[in-house]
Every structure is written in C-alpha cells, then in structure tokens.
C-alpha cells in the first residue's frame, strides 16, 4: 500500500516481519473495539471499494494509529458464532482520515447473518504496524458487538494541535475545526461507528451541550463542563472533536444514552471514557 491509499482489497498479508513487539512505551497493541455497524452497505460504499454495496461493514478502533503501508484486507480474520471465518472484501480507514483519526479501520465483506450465524470476533492475523512503528498489532483480538447494538464511546484522548488539516482521502472527509477564538484544548472521542442524528443531520449546541467533561484544576479540584464548540463534524466518521475554553487537565467524557444513532439505526447507550494523554 503507497502512503496516500486509504484503503486495501489485497487479501493477503504482505507486511514483512520485522519482529516488533506487541507492548513497548507502556503501550499494548490491541483492539479496543470491533462493532457490527451495518449488514448491507449502501451504495456510497462503492466508493470506498469497488464492489463494497450489500456486503457488512464493521469499523474497528486500535489502541494506536495504524501505519497505512502495512494495511491489508488480509490481515484481518472474522469469525461467526458457528466457528465459520468471514470473506474479508477491503479493509479501509475511510471515512476516518484526519490528523490522530487513523485508529480506525473499516471491514468490508460478507461475516455471516445478523440473526442465523452473527460475527463473533475479530483477529489480526497479518503483521499491522502502529504508525511510529514500534508495534505489531498481529494477535489482538476483541469481540464483536452485534448488529442491533448501538455505538459507544470507545477511546479519547487530548488532541496536542486541534489546527491540522488532513491530506489523506476525498475532501468530504474533511471534519470542521474548532473555532480560533477563546479554544485553549480539545479532546478527540472515538466512537464505535459513525453516529448522527435520528434525521441523519449532525449534532447541534443542544448535542454538545450534552457533553461532559470531568477537568481537574492545578490544586487537585474536580468540576463538570461542557464543551465550548462541537468540532469534526460533516465528514461521516467515528470521531467528534471537543473544543474547551479551559486548560484543566480533562480526566473522563460521559454522554446519556438515546441521542445519537449509527448507520443501522441504533441509539447509543449511556456511555463514558477516560481521556488518555498524548503519547
């Protein structure tokens, strides 16, 4: 895969191994989440990879942002609740393509019936590096959440310069930016799928006012605020981008259950996560 290829169909892992390890830095190379968005991609999936519309599709969230040079379709194995392994078709981290987003993978293929024979799991099984190449992610494996669930908070984390402009991808995956004025630091959330609203559109201020973050002050004090702005928005992934007016140390981001929807429909359960520091 050249640097500039988001996505793969090569169903074979053609990764050297290089003998990296799967913990270094106090950092493991896992996955955090596997979720059964979709049993029937539409056809805006054609545009991902050819032939992705009718097949499932299945975002997965790393510990750590995955080198696209050791991305292939084949690196990765799904297996059913009857032992049956899925057909892998692509494996992509669109729509997922801005700075610090690239923990996102997007599996494409046929993984067996939502209600006869769902996925059950999913393996790495090709030598998938993190992107500063001091981790091998081959051998992490995770559940799968089923189709009829809805997307939680999976990781967050402080985003050390919120100003980025990505170069990967269409410019549709392009998220809006949190404003210039009175933002001294913004947190990234990774949800389990793409969320929107009921309606499809995109959060508002009453969504971003339902937000919260748990900050910690210079003396040890804890407070609750909300974010200032609501950022990385309009490009259809997995992340928000939560803009603060505050420097306090964030600690945990929490969001009620029932506001947001994936692509299958499903509303979100309460759900929360703490924030982790930039490496």
């Known amino acids: 895969m050249r640097a500039q290829d988001v996505s793969s169909r090569e169903l074979e892992d053609t990764t050297p191994n290089l003998g990296l390890p799967s913990s270094a830095g106090g950092q493991d190379a896992e996955l955090l989440s596997a979720f059964h968005g979709l049993e029937a991609l539409p056809r805006v999936a054609n545009l991902i990879c050819r032939g992705s519309r009718g097949k499932d599709g ?55 019936n939502a209600s006869e024979d769902p996925p059950v799991q999913v393996e790495v099984i090709g030598h998938l590096h993190s992107i500063d190449g001091t981790l091998d992610f081959r051998g992490a494996t995770v559940a799968v959440t089923p189709l009829e669930d809805g997307p939680s908070m999976i990781f967050a984390e402080v985003v050390e310069d919120w100003t980025l402009v990505g170069n990967l991808g269409p410019r549709r995956t392009r998220g809006s930016l949190c404003p210039s004025d009175n933002i001294v630091q913004a947190i990234r959330v990774t949800w389990a799928g793409g969320v929107t609203l009921a309606n499809g559109k995109e959060p508002g201020d009453a969504e971003r006012d339902l937000y919260r973050i748990i900050v910690e002050a210079e003396d040890g004090s804890q407070r609750i605020v909300t974010p200032a702005a609501l950022a990385d928005l309009g490009d259809g992934d997995n992340n928000h981008m939560l803009c603060l007016d505050t420097k306090d140390r964030s600690i945990s981001v929490s969001f009620p259950a029932g506001i947001f929807t994936d692509p299958n429909d499903d509303l979100n359960p309460e759900t929360s996560v703490l924030v982790s520091k930039p490496n």
């Open 58 to 112: 299945m975002p997965v969230v790393f510990s750590a942002e995955v080198d696209l040079e050791t991305l292939q379709a084949g690196d990765f194995r799904v297996v059913t609740k009857s032992g049956q392994i899925g057909t892998m078709h692509c494996a992509s981290v669109l729509p997922a393509t801005d700075p610090g987003e690239l923990r996102t993978v997007l599996l494409i293929g046929d993984f067996g």
